[in-house]
């Protein structure tokens, strides 16, 4: 599957984002879908997560200030952020955990969008 990121921009403190991921690709299906972050000289983290089910996670720092949905129509997945800080800073990444054939067999994968930056300064 083929992600693409978007809506990626800069923001001052407090202030809101709605970044996209956009799935295309022939997949069996999709598991799951994340939204991680590297902050420069740091290592990538896990941002949130939706499963196929519906299910959410959330990093702890972003409980209740970032909301992870999808809209399974559009192939997209969203994270809305609100009450950004300037440590929200980061190229924010969607990974998806999918399955697709591998001939005649399923086969489990994973695969990274090309990320997005996000910018909280004022």
């Known amino acids: 599957v083929q992600l693409q990121a978007s809506g990626g921009g800069l923001v001052q403190p407090g202030g809101s984002l709605r970044l996209s991921c956009a799935a295309s690709?022939?997949?069996?299906?999709?598991?799951?879908t994340g939204w991680y972050r590297q902050a420069p000289g740091k290592q990538r983290v896990l941002v949130a997560r939706?499963?196929?089910?519906?299910?959410?996670n959330y990093a702890d720092s972003e409980k209740g200030r970032f909301t992870i949905s999808r809209d399974n129509a559009k192939n997209t997945v969203y994270l809305q952020m609100s009450s950004l800080k300037s440590e929200d800073t980061a190229v924010y990444y969607c990974?998806?955990?999918?399955?697709?054939?591998?001939?005649?067999?399923?086969?489990?994968?994973?695969?990274w969008g090309q990320g997005t930056l996000v910018t909280v300064s004022s």
């Open positions: 990974n998806a955990d999918y399955v697709a054939w591998r001939g005649r067999v399923l086969a489990r994968y994973e695969s």
């Open positions: 939706i499963t196929s089910g519906g299910s959410t």
């Open positions: 690709g022939n997949v069996h299906s999709i598991n799951a």
